[in-house]
C-alpha cells in the first residue's frame, strides 16, 4: 500500500475536535487547580488560558515552551519549599498538562492529552473529598471519557453529541453497582495511605507553640476546626472550653510543651454520673490533639489521656475523624501535684521581664492568699489593659511591655503574661491552648468550632485544691472569648445568609458522618448487620468478591439484554424505507446488499422514474453507512438529511 492512501485515512483534528480536547483538560484540571496554594493556583491559572489559546489556534515554539518548562519547574520549588513531595508534584504535573495542550497539533496529540488530564481529577481527592470536589471531579471525569469517545469515533461519522452523552450516561450507570460495592464493602485500611496535604498542614491553627501575635492569621480563618452533636442538655457557651496543647516550658518568647511526662501517670478526673455525652468530629490535621471539652470523663480506647489532662489519639488525624465523649462538670483536679512537675511549672528564663517579677513579688507580699493575689492580678488586667487584635509586636521582654507599655493585646498577650506572674509569685502555671465556644447550626442542630474560635487560657494549681482554669481574657473582653463569625459581622452579610451558610455546612457534615467517615469499625458494622458476627478480613473480602460478583453479573445481564429497537435514527429510517418497498412486493432478503436490493429494484419498479429517486437514496445510504467521511457526506448534517427523506419517502 502506497504512503498516500494511508494518510488519506488518517484521521484529522478537526476544530471541534480541538475545542472539544481543550474543554475536556481544563475541566479535569479545576479540581485540583481550586485546592493548591493561592499563588500556584493563580500561576497554572495563567499558563492555562495560554495553553488554551495555543491549542485552538498555534502551537507555541519549541523553545518557548522548554522556557516555560524550566521557569514553572522552578517556581513550584521555590514556593514549596524545594519539598519534593505529593503536593509539589501534582502541581508540577497539573502545570505540566497545561503545557501539553499548547504543542496541540496532530490527532495523536490529542489523544495523549486526554488521557494524561485524568490524573488531574484523582489527584483532587488527596486534598479534599468533600461533596463539591466529588461533584467536580465525576464532571471532569464524564468530560475526559465524552472527549475520549469523540476522538475514538473521529475517522467515522460519529454520533451526534445528545447521543454520545446519553450512552456515555448509561455507561456511567451501568458501572455504579460495581462502585458501591467497592466503596461499602471493599476491605477498609485503618489510616489512609498518604498523608494529610502539605497546605493543609500549613493551615491547621492551632500548635504545640505559642508566641504572642502568633494567632493575627486565625482572627478572620472562618474554616471549621471541628464539629460537635450533644446527645442531650447542651451545656452553656460560656462553658465550652476545648482543650488542646498545654505549654509549660517558656523560653522568654515563646511557650511550648514540657517534654518531662514520661513515666508520669494521668491525673484523675472527676467523673459525673449524668456526664455530658456528644460526638466530635474534627478536621485532619496531621498531629494527635483531640480537642475535647474540659474534664472528659469517657474517651474511646483510640485515644489517651496525657499527664496534663489532654487527649490525644493514638494515631495523626490524617482524615476526617469522629469520636463519642463524655465530660463531667468542670471543677478542681489533681490536688497533689509531683515534685517534678511543680519545679517545671514554677520554671522562668534568667534576665526576662524584670518589671513583671518585680510587681509579682510586691503585690503576693501583700496578698493574704494565693486567691487574692489572682483576683488582684485579675483586677488590674480589667481596669488597665484592652482587648485589641492590632496590638504593636513586642520585643526582647515580652510581658514587661504589654503588662506597662502597650497594655493592649489578645488571648495570648493575656494568658502568657498571667502565667508569668503567676510563677513569679511561686504559684504553678501553665498556659493551655485550644477553643472556646461555638455556634450553633440552627438547620442541623449541632454545635461549629471554627479556626478564629482558637484561645488561650490559663490553669493554676492552689494547694489542697488542685488545677483550676483562669481566663485572663475574660476578665477584660468576655463577649470577645466567645466571639462567632456572625458576631464579627456586625450583623451583616454573614447574618443574611446565615440559613444559607448552616444548610451548607449540614451537607457537609452529613457527608463527614455517612461518607468520608465510613471507616473500617464502620464496615465491620455493617458487615455484622449482613450476618457476619465478628468478621475479620478474611469475611470482609468473601463479601466484596460475592458481592462484586453479583453486580457483575447483573451488569453483564443488561449488556446482553436485546434491544427493544434500533436506536441509530438512520438505521430506523433505513428499515422503514425497506418496508414500504416490501409492502409493494419488492422486499429485501437478510443475505442481500444493498446493491444487490437496489438492482431488483431497478427490474422490479413498474413506473417510469419511481426507481431513480430510490436509486439515490440507496446510493447515498450506502456511501454514509459503508465508506464515511465528511468529503463523501458522512457527516452529522448529512445523516439527519438522509434519514429525514428515507422517511419521507414513498414508492410510486
Given amino acids: 500500500m502506497s504512503a498516500a492512501p494511508a494518510a488519506a485515512l488518517a484521521p484529522v483534528l478537526t476544530p471541534s475536535l480541538r475545542r472539544a480536547v481543550v474543554v475536556a483538560v481544563l475541566a479535569a ?50 514556593e514549596f519549599g524545594f519539598r519534593v513531595g505529593r503536593d509539589a508534584g501534582s502541581a508540577l504535573m497539573l502545570s505540566m498538562l497545561m503545557l501539553k495542550l499548547s504543542e496541540l497539533r496532530e490527532f495523536d496529540d490529542a489523544k495523549r492529552v486526554v488521557a494524561y488530564a ?13 461533596p463539591i470536589t466529588l461533584a467536580l471531579g465525576l464532571f471532569a471525569a464524564l468530560g475526559v471519557l465524552l472527549a475520549m469517545g469523540r476522538l475514538a469515533k473521529a475517522p467515522s461519522a460519529g454520533h451526534p453529541l445528545r ?60 474554616r471549621p476546626a471541628f464539629r ?23 523560653d522568654g518568647r515563646t511557650w511550648s510543651r ?21 460526638t466530635l468530629t474534627i478536621e485532619p490535621t496531621e498531629k494527635r490533639y483531640v480537642f475535647a471539652l474540659e474534664s472528659p470523663s469517657d474517651w474511646p480506647s483510640s485515644l489517651d489521656m496525657g499527664a496534663d489532662a489532654t487527649l490525644r489519639s493514638r494515631m495523626p488525624l490524617r482524615s476526617v475523624s469522629q469520636f463519642q465523649l463524655r465530660a463531667s462538670a468542670p471543677r478542681a483536679f489533681q490536688p497533689a501535684l509531683d515534685a517534678q512537675l511543680r519545679r517545671a511549672y514554677l520554671a522562668l528564663p534568667d534576665e526576662f521581664n524584670p518589671r513583671t517579677l518585680e510587681r509579682a513579688g510586691e503585690w503576693r507580699s501583700l496578698a493574704r492568699d494565693d486567691r487574692a493575689y489572682i483576683d488582684r492580678v ?55 491552648t485550644g477553643y472556646a465556644g461555638g455556634e450553633r447550626n440552627r438547620m442541623g442542630d449541632y454545635w461549629v468550632v471554627r479556626q478564629l474560635n482558637a484561645h488561650a487560657w490559663a490553669e493554676v494549681w492552689l494547694e489542697g ?31 443574611a445568609f446565615r440559613p444559607v451558610f448552616d444548610l451548607g455546612d449540614s451537607v457537609r457534615e452529613a457527608w463527614n458522618n455517612f461518607i468520608v467517615g465510613y471507616d473500617a469499625v464502620r464496615q465491620n458494622k455493617l458487615l455484622q448487620s449482613l450476618g ?21 453479573g447483573l451488569t453483564l445481564l443488561v449488556l446482553m439484554w436485546p434491544p427493544k429497537g434500533e436506536r441509530d435514527p438512520l438505521m430506523r429510517a433505513w428499515r422503514g424505507f425497506l418496508k414500504r418497498w416490501a409492502i409493494r412486493g419488492i422486499e429485501k432478503r437478510s443475505d442481500e446488499t444493498a446493491e444487490a436490493f437496489l438492482q431488483r429494484l431497478r427490474s422490479g419498479a413498474n413506473t417510469p422514474g419511481a426507481a431513480d429517486e430510490a436509486e439515490a437514496l440507496v446510493r447515498r445510504f450506502i456511501a454514509i453507512r459503508y465508506a464515511p467521511s465528511a468529503a463523501n457526506g458522512g457527516a452529522e448534517s448529512e445523516r439527519a438529511a438522509l434519514a429525514e427523506a428515507l422517511k419521507r419517502y414513498r414508492p410510486r
Fill in 29 to 78: 484540571a479545576l479540581p485540583l487547580l481550586l485546592h493548591l496554594p493561592e499563588m500556584v493556583g493563580m500561576g497554572i491559572g495563567a499558563v492555562a488560558v495560554v495553553s488554551g489559546w495555543s491549542a485552538l489556534r498555534k502551537p507555541l515554539p519549541l523553545a518557548l515552551r522548554l522556557l516555560l518548562v524550566v521557569v514553572i519547574t522552578g517556581a513550584l520549588l521555590v
Fill in 118 to 130: 485524568l490524573f488531574a481529577p484523582f489527584a483532587a481527592f488527596l486534598q479534599d473529598q468533600g
Fill in 163 to 222: 447521543r454520545e452523552i446519553r450512552d456515555l450516561g448509561r455507561s456511567a450507570l451501568l458501572a455504579l453497582p460495581l462502585a458501591l460495592v467497592g466503596y461499602w464493602l471493599f476491605p477498609r485500611l485503618p489510616t489512609p495511605l498518604w498523608g494529610l496535604p502539605e497546605n493543609a498542614v500549613a493551615r491547621t491553627g492551632i500548635s504545640e507553640t505559642m508566641s504572642p501575635g502568633d494567632w493575627l492569621d486565625m482572627v478572620g480563618d472562618d
Fill in 228 to 250: 460537635v452533636r450533644f446527645e442531650g442538655p447542651i451545656p452553656d457557651v460560656r462553658t465550652m472550653y476545648w482543650r488542646g496543647p498545654v505549654l509549660g516550658r517558656f
Fill in 258 to 278: 514540657l517534654e518531662r511526662f514520661a513515666g508520669i501517670q494521668p491525673p484523675e478526673l472527676p467523673r459525673d454520673a449524668d456526664a455530658l455525652a456528644y
Fill in 378 to 432: 485579675l483586677a488590674w488586667f480589667n481596669a488597665e489593659h484592652s482587648y485589641s487584635i492590632t496590638a504593636p509586636p513586642l520585643g526582647r521582654h515580652t510581658a514587661d511591655e504589654f503588662l506597662f507599655d502597650t497594655q493592649e493585646g489578645f488571648c495570648e498577650h493575656f494568658s502568657s503574661a498571667f502565667v508569668i506572674l503567676m510563677r513569679g509569685a511561686g504559684i504553678p502555671a501553665r498556659v493551655v
Fill in 465 to 495: 485544691t488542685g488545677w483550676i482554669r483562669v481566663d485572663p481574657t475574660a476578665a477584660v473582653a468576655p463577649e470577645r472569648v466567645f466571639d462567632t463569625v456572625y458576631d464579627l459581622d456586625g450583623g451583616g452579610f454573614s447574618n
Fill in 532 to 552: 457476619w458476627k465478628d468478621p475479620d478480613p478474611l469475611a470482609v473480602g468473601q463479601a466484596f468478591v460475592i458481592a462484586a460478583g453479583i453486580a457483575l
